[in-house]
């Protein structure tokens, strides 16, 4: 488990990933996402998990290098969107992530979708950018078990990560022991519920912490050895979300909060996208 934001987890081809970083969805390119990306730079965040599809990715260049940070202390996520797969289209859009970012390699590349007509010849492409060393390691977003099998089926490299709509009234279980047993990191999206955090047992473990509701839920995450990349866009709340970790959920709570799950999303479902 992760015990500081500076803490990062190994993923199976070895590299470190920050076991906590910020989500940039629904942030505006230009000054909403570069006031974002600064402010979790000043407090000490590391990784920033953008997507073509999010057309934010030049802002987030652009804080990067106006900040002037290091880019080796980074980890920068990007996807490629549904109608850019198949092979030369990812290596296009790669190619387009790469100038926009402003930077000459990604650290993790990940299929946003899995669009089954296409996802195996769209990995293709992830595994040429991996063996070129233009990007240290490639993952899926939203794959069911049937299609991780698919994929390790047809190709030469596991992805290090799977990245999900997961929290505590999505718990994912199946998922998660399948990404166990075959050296796939699990990584959260949505793992604030999208900011739907009503829910009175997270009310009433908040106050017995002295925590707020989005600390309990990152916490039972971290606990459960699950990468988060937690979006806002508010100072305050970019900081109350790394404030996790001088505290812990017994696991009486831990099994409470599991419980909750009802297999509730609060955005699409792979099935969505398909064509
Ligand atoms: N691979 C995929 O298909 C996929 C899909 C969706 C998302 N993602 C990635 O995952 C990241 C996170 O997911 P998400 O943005 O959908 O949802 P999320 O992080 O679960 O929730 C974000 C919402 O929670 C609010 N929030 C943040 N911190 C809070 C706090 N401390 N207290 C109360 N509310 C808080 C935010 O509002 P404010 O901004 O107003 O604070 C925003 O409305 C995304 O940004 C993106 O990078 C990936």
């Not at 600064?38 to 073509?52: I, M």
């Not at 049937?146 to 994929?151: C, H, S, V």
């Not at 699990?186 to 600390?215: C, I, M, S, Y």
């Not at 100072?235 to 709570?253: A, K, M, Q, V, Y």
């Amino acid at each position: 488990m992760i015990k500081s934001l500076a803490d990062t987890v190994t993923l199976n081809n070895g590299v470190q990933m920050p076991g906590l970083g910020l989500g940039v969805f629904k942030i505006g390119d230009g000054s909403p996402v570069k006031n974002a990306v600064k402010a979790a730079l000043n407090l000490g965040y590391k990784s920033f998990d953008t997507a073509a599809m999010y057309r934010n990715e030049e802002g987030v260049g652009e804080a990067i290098k106006e900040s002037g940070t290091d880019r080796k202390e980074l980890f920068l996520t990007t996807k490629v969107w549904n109608d850019e797969q198949g092979y030369d289209k990812t290596i296009k859009s790669f190619e387009r992530s790469l100038k926009y970012l402003q930077t000459d390699y990604v650290d993790l590349f990940l299929i946003h979708w899995p669009i089954r007509t296409k996802f195996v010849e769209t990995w293709k492409a992830l595994e040429t950018l991996y063996e070129e060393k233009r990007v240290r390691a490639i993952g899926v977003c939203n794959f069911y078990v049937e299609d991780l099998k698919l994929l390790l089926d047809s190709s030469k490299i596991v992805p290090v990560v799977n990245q999900i709509e997961l929290h505590p009234l999505l718990t994912q279980l199946k998922i998660r022991e399948f990404c166990r047993q075959n050296g796939i990191a699990v990584e959260a999206w949505g793992p604030l519920l999208r900011g739907n955090l009503d829910v009175p047992l997270f009310n009433e473990l908040a106050e017995k912490h002295k925590n707020t509701k989005a600390q309990i839920v990152l916490r039972w995450h971290i606990q459960n050895e699950i990468i988060v990349i937690p979006k806002t866009v508010h100072p305050h709340r970019l900081r109350e979300n790394i404030d996790i970790f001088d505290f812990s959920l017994d696991s009486e709570e831990m099994k409470m909060i599991d419980s909750l799950n009802e297999n509730k999303r609060f955005g699409p479902a792979p099935e969505d996208f398909n064509d």
